[in-house]
């Protein structure tokens, strides 16, 4: 290609990305493609509403995610008298949390040198264990919720296995676990790496330049969370969580006898001196400051079904990261349940592959997903590579002549969520300044409850964390 030509081609293309990250994600759009995660939704939630808007609340919590739901439930530990209001604009908890690919395995060591390099090693150490306590978070909380909470979530300990397919960005990782084990070897100590050899041998993938291995997680993330809300719900009766109830507008009142934001929404307006706001891709729809700051990308997801059983250890005590020169996809398997029938034949549920990825193989390498707020629609090149994937990573299970082991996969549902990213790649969390809000604030920073004022945001975990 002429140079002058891929100049203006890949300078059209940074335009597009920059005015859509620019620009407000809107509200969550009607419809959205249906998640394997959201089958069932929660007799409880799915359509939950109030007779009528409450008029006013302690607290109003924009969102009903992971984020939503850790700051509900360490608020009502605090103080269970608090009023409170969630809202959300489509069925609770049905965005990314209820979209996502069901694991925590993104790797630590891939993102240290950078850290490093920007904040150096104490404050790079420091993010890496703030990662990786996640696991342990959730862990404890499942627990905490109880045993039912704990099975119903399918919560449990994995194998991370991060598998490369192309030697040089084998070495790149191995060299970015090398410089972790270095400076932070305690940290560092759970991780390990194999060659290309052992990878292929042990992960039954003939492809393989190598491998990094170390501890995850794997869970069903909605149940997880409605689990907790449901339980939230029945004890506090001074808790009202309010689905199909999007906010249109926030403005604050100063003149009012006592300080407060209004929260305007199709059902009424609901005033209050704090708002927290956890709706992650689309924050900046009430955030303005956020704009260009943390924006939406699309993600695509799968569950397929196993024609027969997986090579060895393709199976549920593994979460994969499939690490390729142009993207990565990742990949874990549920539990499967057997019982045995009054005929003696045995009924098999679950064992679903949960798969997803392949916005690099995507229009544009990916790039028009960023500041995609749409998740009403799959994209056929992310569909048309997660489909065909499993056979290629694991091969036909065949060998010296051997009859194949198993057949593939067949797709069961194909679905897309909303992510969110920021700029630096770090999240926001805290208090929102005035400059970025475009509102004004109370100036009293406590309620006479012991809640702060103000308005508050947990935005950007694009993964990392969660």
Same mark, same amino acid.
């Given at each position: 290609?002429?140079?002058?030509?891929?100049?203006?081609?890949?300078?059209?293309?940074?335009?597009?990305?920059?005015k859509r990250?620019?620009?407000?994600?809107?509200?969550?759009?009607?419809?959205?493609?249906?998640?394997?995660?959201?089958?069932?939704?929660?007799?409880?939630?799915?359509?939950?509403?109030?007779?009528?808007l409450?008029s006013?609340?302690?607290?109003?919590?924009?969102?009903?995610?992971?984020?939503?739901?850790?700051?509900?439930?360490?608020?009502?530990?605090?103080?269970?008298?608090?009023?409170?209001?969630?809202?959300?604009?489509r069925?609770?908890?049905?965005?990314?949390?209820?979209?996502?690919?069901?694991?925590t395995?993104?790797?630590p060591?891939?993102d240290?040198?950078?850290?490093?390099?920007?904040?150096?090693?104490?404050?790079?150490?420091?993010?890496?264990?703030f990662?990786?306590?996640?696991?342990?978070?959730?862990?404890?909380?499942?627990?905490?919720?109880?045993?039912?909470?704990?099975?119903?979530?399918?919560?449990?300990?994995?194998?991370?296995?991060?598998?490369?397919? #192309?030697e040089?960005?084998?070495k790149?990782?191995?060299?970015?676990?090398?410089?972790?084990?270095?400076?932070?070897?305690?940290?560092?100590r759970?991780?390990?790496?194999?060659?290309?050899?052992?990878?292929?041998?042990?992960?039954?993938?003939?492809?393989?330049?190598?491998?990094?291995?170390?501890?995850?997680?794997?869970?069903?993330?909605?149940?997880?969370?409605?689990?907790?809300?449901?339980?939230?719900?029945?004890?506090?009766?001074t808790?009202?969580?309010?689905?199909?109830?999007?906010?249109?507008?926030?403005?604050?009142?100063?003149?009012?006898?006592?300080?407060?934001?209004?929260?305007?929404?199709?059902?009424?307006?609901?005033?209050t001196?704090?708002?927290?706001?956890?709706?992650?891709a689309?924050?900046?729809?009430?955030?303005?400051?956020?704009?260009?700051?943390?924006?939406?990308?699309?993600g695509?997801?799968?569950?397929?079904?196993p024609?027969?059983?997986?090579?060895?250890?393709?199976?549920?005590?593994?979460?994969?990261?499939?690490?390729?020169e142009?993207g990565? #996809?990742?990949?874990?398997?549920?539990?499967?349940?057997?019982?045995?029938?009054? #005929?003696?034949?045995?009924?098999?549920?679950?064992?679903?592959?949960?798969?997803?990825?392949?916005?690099?193989?995507?229009?544009?390498?990916?790039s028009d997903?960023?500041?995609?707020?749409?998740?009403?629609?799959?994209?056929?090149?992310?569909?048309?590579?997660?489909?065909?994937?499993?056979?290629?990573?694991?091969?036909?299970?065949?060998?010296?002549?051997?009859?194949?082991?198993?057949?593939?996969?067949?797709?069961?549902?194909?679905?897309?969520?909303?992510?969110?990213?920021?700029?630096?790649?770090?999240p926001f969390?805290?208090?929102?300044?005035?400059?970025?809000t475009?509102?004004?604030k109370?100036?009293?920073?406590?309620?006479?409850?012991?809640?702060?004022?103000?308005?508050w945001?947990?935005?950007?975990?694009?993964?990392?964390?969660?």
């Open positions: 290609m002429d140079r002058e030509l891929l100049k203006h081609c890949l300078g059209a293309l940074f335009e597009q990305i920059t990250i620019q620009t407000s994600p809107g509200l969550p759009i009607p419809n959205p493609t249906t998640s394997f995660w959201l089958q069932p939704e929660s007799p409880l939630l799915s359509h939950i509403q109030s007779p009528s409450p006013d609340a302690d607290i109003v919590i924009i969102g009903s995610g992971i984020s939503a739901v850790s700051i509900l439930r360490e608020l009502y530990r605090l103080n269970p008298k608090l009023n409170i209001v969630i809202l959300d604009a069925g609770i908890c049905t965005g990314a949390t209820g979209r996502n690919g069901g694991q395995t993104w790797p060591y891939w240290y040198p950078d850290l490093k390099e920007e904040y150096g090693i104490e404050a790079a150490a420091r993010i890496i264990k990662r990786l306590r996640n696991m342990e978070e959730m862990f404890e909380m499942a627990k905490e919720e109880g045993s039912d909470c704990v099975k119903v979530s399918e919560i449990r300990e994995t194998v991370a296995a991060h598998v490369s397919f #192309d040089d960005v084998a790149r990782r191995f060299e970015a676990l090398r410089v972790w084990h270095q400076d932070v070897p305690e940290q560092a759970e991780w390990w790496k194999v060659n290309a050899e052992t990878a292929r041998t042990d992960l039954s993938m003939p492809t393989a330049t190598g491998a990094i291995f170390g501890p995850a997680m794997a869970l069903w993330p909605y149940r997880l969370c409605v689990s907790v809300l449901e339980r939230l719900l029945k004890q506090h009766d808790l009202k969580i309010e689905s199909y109830t999007p906010v249109e507008k926030i403005s604050y009142h100063p003149s009012a006898s006592t300080p407060v934001y209004m929260i305007t929404t199709p059902r009424g307006h609901i005033t001196p704090t708002v927290v706001h956890a709706t992650n689309w924050s900046s729809h009430l955030i303005p400051g956020l704009r260009s700051k943390a924006f939406p990308c699309q695509q997801m799968s569950a397929q079904i024609l027969r059983d997986l090579p060895p250890p393709g199976d549920d005590k593994y979460t994969y990261l499939f690490v390729h142009r990565i #996809d990742y990949m874990t398997q549920r539990l499967t349940t057997s019982t045995v029938n009054p #005929d003696g034949t045995i009924t098999t549920i679950g064992g679903e592959v949960m798969l997803g990825g392949g916005s690099a193989q995507t229009r544009n390498r990916g997903k960023i500041g995609s707020a749409d998740d009403t629609k799959v994209d056929y090149l992310a569909a048309s590579h997660l489909s065909g994937l499993v056979p290629s990573v694991f091969g036909s299970g065949a060998g010296d002549g051997k009859k194949a082991t198993w057949g593939g996969t067949t797709v069961k549902d194909m679905w897309t969520g909303v992510m969110a990213f920021t700029a630096d790649d770090l969390v805290g208090k929102i300044p005035s400059s970025i475009r509102r004004g109370p100036k009293v920073k406590m309620q006479g409850n012991g809640v702060r004022t103000g308005e945001c947990s935005v950007g975990f694009g993964g990392r964390v969660w």
